[in-house]
């Protein structure tokens, strides 16, 4: 059994992870940690805000493998936008509806829509970094938002391949396609490779 800390408070994220990490992996969060303090999101990429928040966990519990995750969505028309500011598209605090109006109206008329979910999953032991992985869900954006389920720019993210959106998608397929089954996945294999060759 691995036993993973992960960087978060969320206990939404943690139990996808669990999840989605399957049986051989025990998962804890942050939520019963006092005394960590919030870590500001400054990286200018996934990889660098991901690194960021496993290595600063990692330093307050040297003996945990860290687990930190990072994403959001690239639309190609827009220079990757919004990018690293996915949650905060619209303005710090900005709700999901305000953010993917926003987005909306900048791809008023736009022709190629074409965007990708992306994330990023750091690794760190005793303040160290030791690997990250990477994940991604590609798709165009949609005219106007669709569906219920979800959260955040789902409602108007068409999967290459599918008809709905991921907000009109059960969560059991998002979780099967999504940007952060794949880059879970690519950690499964990670920690498989470093048992199979002894590093762990
Ligand atoms: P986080 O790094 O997982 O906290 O995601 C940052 C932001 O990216 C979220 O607040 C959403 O706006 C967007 N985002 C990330 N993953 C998804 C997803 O699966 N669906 C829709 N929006 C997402």
């Known amino acids: 059994m691995i036993q993973l800390l992960l960087a978060t408070r969320n206990q939404h994220k943690t139990r996808e992870f669990a999840k989605l990490l399957g049986g051989n992996f025990m998962v804890r969060d942050l939520t019963s940690k006092s005394d960590v303090p919030a870590i500001v999101e400054s990286g200018a990429t996934f990889e660098e805000n991901a ?85 991604e869900v590609v798709g165009t954006i949609t005219k106007s938002p ?10 108007i993210f068409l999967p290459n391949g599918f008809s709905e959106t991921l907000a009109e998608l059960t969560s059991e397929t998002k979780n099967k396609i999504s940007h952060r089954a794949q880059a879970t996945a690519a950690l499964v294999r990670h920690f498989n490779t470093a048992l199979r060759s002894g590093k762990m």
Do not use: H, W
């Open 51 to 135: 690194a960021l928040k496993a290595v600063t966990i990692s330093k307050i519990f040297p003996n945990e493998i860290v687990v930190a995750d990072d994403s959001g969505l690239e639309v190609e028309a827009v220079g990757g936008a919004p990018g690293v500011f996915s949650a905060r598209y619209a303005g710090e605090n900005a709700s999901d509806r305000r953010n993917v109006e926003k987005l909306l109206r900048e791809l008023q008329e736009v022709r190629d829509r074409s965007a990708r979910f992306y994330c990023v999953i750091a690794l760190a032991k005793s303040g160290q970094l030791m690997t990250t992985v990477a994940g």
């Open 146 to 155: 669709r569906g219920e389920s979800g959260f955040g720019y789902d409602p």
